[in-house]
């Protein structure tokens, strides 16, 4: 029997950054209550769900305002407690509260109160046939014997693999390690669509159950799939940054695959980095992690240099194939066929004529990003974001890319009625319209958001690649991702002037990133591969010490600007963002918040409040507010102060706001 006393706390999904108290329920066994099982509970007029944290014997609400609970839903608990630990770590860095953070931890089915217990038998395949694993050459072989070698403890690895280096193969092998140790592993990927060879791999070489998590599955599948992670029925688990918070049996062993990729970090809500939470998980449970990449993020040559991870290199390609040479076209003075230059053209029929493939890539999907009125200028905008409409002439549709509002397309200018309204500028739509009149003889595959949006359509797309049913590929950064195209030879990258001007501090760390994966697309079999860029700024320092030099000079040269101008890793950033209707009603906000943090904290910059990158999206206006701090901890002990009381500002209904750390954008 419960005595009145016995107070449950309880972890509940709501912006407040507390726990709430409840009573038992008259049926409620306390002493079979575990942390971490899910209850029932009434909230305000509604019923939610939420996750068992304790039992106290007091409550700062006097006990007989408190409602008991409606039931308890598990037996066993969803949130083990290792992930408990996870994720309290993750509330608290990330200043987000705990209760949304355990109930976004679990599959949406158990946010729903499905049940836990064996309800979804799980389907689990696994191949009959072992493909043999290659022979691994000096530099594969000295990483694998490392990453082995640390099997029981907490270590770090970065390994800095050229595109086609074989770092896959080293996956491949450090994780039959780990299986043959009786444990499971857990590998971390960008987007799993975008990568369904290197899946076939894995399936391949391993006979154990695999699962992948991913937002491309239906609801039960995923939990399904998350069910036998928890009880250990599949030993290697293929996932998006969500699945860092997915229970395991016997966790060996974290692999995150393009580390630098910006999408393992959430950018809305709960704003999390999947790899930081991964690199907390291994240190928690005192196992290795592999962060893989051909061109890694700042922090973590960085962190290399501090001695918190060890480098693993992997400096050449494999087998024959060689890394691909550079070549800048200037295009200032260049008569562009609609974008393209001659020269480019030239290159593109010779390598279609010898039976290879060519990429090209633009990150602009539509036919063109505005259209504007000859006679008087006007361009159509988006009247939410103000921003100009994409037009997108397969459908006959302006879209807007920042807020997805449409409208029909329009056929006279609205300001003078004229009917001369012409494209301007070039996306990918529009480049294929261009290849193909060039090209009549060549098909062409288009890979972007648009021409991938029927489920299926992006797998047909890549085994026609893959099979030689294309000759030309036209893609977004969607194209320059991991692919592994043997008899693509020649990379173009159409405008490479796109991210020199941003007042972003990450930005010529993104562009190095895309432009050196997307040359890595070339050549990678035995016949050699070359890569155009075409740029109205050859001389840039930047892009010279990319081609020249190689992607490692290049993060030296950037970490010691970073180091100059005082930005992270050298510092360390939390950003405030707040939007309103009203433009003042966002400033005002920040405003309070600024003046909190000036008044009394000397280890503190403040910078803002500015409008945003974009200063209006859907018809919000908004701004953001810079907190930088020399040492993380003055940064976590402010906002710790902060957050309390901005929960009390007046104003705070009129905005949305929202806490960035370690933001890795400022739009
Ligand atoms: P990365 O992931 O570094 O871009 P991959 O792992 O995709 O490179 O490897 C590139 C190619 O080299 C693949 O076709 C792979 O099968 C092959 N490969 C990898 N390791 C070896 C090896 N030790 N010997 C021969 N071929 C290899
Ligand atoms: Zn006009
Ligand atoms: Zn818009």
Redesign the pocket.
């Known amino acids: 029997m419960a005595t009145q006393s016995t107070v449950l706390k309880i972890a509940i999904p709501t912006p407040l950054r507390r726990y709430f108290d409840y009573l038992p329920a008259k049926e409620t066994d306390i002493g079979q209550l575990k942390p971490g099982v899910r209850v029932r509970v009434p909230f305000g007029r509604r019923q939610l769900i939420g996750i068992f944290i304790g039992l106290s014997s007091t409550s700062d609400v006097s006990i007989d305002k408190l409602k008991p609970i409606e039931c308890v839903i598990d037996q066993e608990p969803v949130i083990p407690e290792d992930i408990m630990q996870l994720c309290a770590w993750a509330a608290e860095y990330y200043h987000y509260p705990m209760g949304e953070v355990l109930i976004g931890a679990l599959p949406s089915l158990l946010r729903q109160g499905k049940p836990a217990e064996r309800v979804y038998p799980t389907p689990l395949t696994r191949s009959v046939h072992q493909a043999a694993p290659?022979?691994?050459?000096e530099a594969?072989q000295r990483a694998v014997t490392h990453i082995r070698a640390a099997a029981y403890g907490f270590k770090a690895f970065l390994l800095e693999?050229v595109?086609?280096?074989?770092?896959?193969?080293v996956y491949l092998q450090a994780i039959a390690d780990v299986l043959q140790r009786g444990r499971q592993a857990l590998l971390l990927v960008p987007e799993i669509g975008l990568t369904p060879q290197?899946m076939q791999r894995f399936r391949e070489r391993f006979t154990v159950p695999i699962v992948t998590l991913h937002s491309g599955m239906t609801a039960k599948q995923r939990l399904q799939g998350w069910l036998a992670a928890t009880r250990g029925d599949a030993r290697v688990i293929i996932g998006t940054r969500s699945a860092v918070f997915t229970p395991f049996a016997d966790l060996g062993l974290i692999i995150i695959d393009e580390e630098h990729d910006v999408s393992f970090k959430q950018q809305e809500g709960f704003r999390y980095h999947g790899r930081d939470v991964a690199i907390m998980r291994a240190h928690f449970r005192q196992i290795p992690i592999v962060l893989g990449s051909?061109t890694p993020s700042l922090e973590a040559v960085h962190n290399v240099k501090q001695g918190r991870f060890q480098s693993l290199m992997?400096p050449e390609r494999?087998?024959k194939a060689m890394m691909p040479v550079f070549e800048i076209i200037d295009i200032r003075h260049m008569t562009l066929e609609q974008g393209i230059s001659s020269t480019l053209l030239q290159q593109i029929e010779q390598r279609l004529h010898c039976g290879e493939q060519v990429l090209l890539f633009l990150n602009r999907r539509g036919f063109s990003p505005a259209l504007i009125c000859h006679a008087c200028g006007w361009i159509p905008m988006c009247q939410r974001c103000n921003k100009p409409m994409t037009y997108h002439q397969r459908v006959a549709r302006l879209f807007c890319h920042h807020c997805d509002s449409q409208k029909k397309l329009i056929h006279s200018c609205e300001q003078c009625a004229s009917t001369a309204l012409y494209p301007m500028g070039h996306g990918t739509e529009r480049l294929e319209v261009i290849l193909k009149k060039a090209f009549p003889h060549y098909s062409i595959a288009r890979l972007d958001k648009d021409s991938t949006r029927k489920k299926g359509a992006m797998e047909t797309l890549l085994e026609g690649i893959q099979k030689g049913e294309h000759a030309i590929l036209i893609g977004t950064q969607m194209l320059a991702k991991?692919h592994?195209f043997p008899n693509v030879t020649l990379v173009a990258v159409i405008d490479a002037d796109g991210g020199f001007f941003s007042a972003d501090f990450c930005s010529l760390e993104r562009m190095a990133q895309l432009i050196i994966q997307v040359a890595?697309r070339a050549g990678?079999d035995e016949k050699p591969g070359k890569v155009i860029i075409q740029t109205r700024h050859p001389e840039h320092c930047f892009l010279q010490q990319l081609v020249n030099e190689n992607y490692q000079k290049l993060a030296e040269i950037l970490l010691k600007e970073r180091a100059l101008a005082a930005l992270p890793p050298y510092s360390h950033f939390a950003l405030f963002r707040a939007e309103a209707y009203n433009n003042n009603d966002a400033i005002h906000f920040l405003q309070q918040i600024k003046e909190r943090v000036d008044e009394k904290n000397k280890n503190m910059q403040t910078m803002g409040p500015i409008p945003a990158g974009m200063p209006m999206r859907a018809g919000r206006h908004r701004s953001q507010l810079l907190l930088q701090a020399k040492k993380r901890s003055y940064l976590h002990n402010e906002l710790k102060n902060l957050i309390p009381q901005i929960e009390k500002i007046p104003t705070k209904k009129r905005v949305r706001w929202s806490l960035d750390v370690d933001p890795i954008e400022m739009v």
């Open positions: 290659f022979s691994l050459n594969q693999g595109t086609g280096s074989g770092k896959t193969e290197a051909a992997l494999t087998g991991g592994h890595g990678r």
